[in-house]
């Protein structure tokens, strides 16, 4: 399926057409196939059953290079922010879903 996303930090945006491929429940992948400032951007979750039943294990990985030799100089200083604020964005969804599947339940 294609998908219409969005990545951002500060003063800088760019909406992107990625290619999404999800191979159930472990893997969802998103390529970048139409955008005006990368290179290339890939994004990868892969999902693993930790020992605990209620417990999983996220692994999240991201690929990118800007067309731009000075946004790539500039990644270097923001990376680690922005890497926090996917997974908290991440984290936010995971707890929206959770609460909504415990009221569906109840």
């Known amino acids: 399926m294609t998908a219409e996303l969005e990545v951002g930090f ?6 992107y057409i990625s290619k999404v491929e999800m191979s159930e429940p472990s893997l969802v ?21 930790a020992s605990n039943p209620n417990t999983t294990w996220v692994t999240f990985q991201v690929e ?31 707890t929206v879903v959770q609460q909504q599947a415990k009221k569906n339940a109840a």
């Open 10 to 15: 500060k003063i800088f945006s760019e909406r």
């Open 29 to 49: 992948s998103a390529v970048s196939t139409d955008t005006a400032i990368f290179e290339h951007l890939k994004t990868e979750w892969k999902f693993t059953p």
């Open 64 to 94: 990118f290079q800007f067309k731009s030799a000075v946004y790539n100089e500039l990644s270097k200083l923001f990376l680690q922010e922005v890497v926090t604020q996917m997974v908290k964005a991440f984290e936010t969804r995971c």
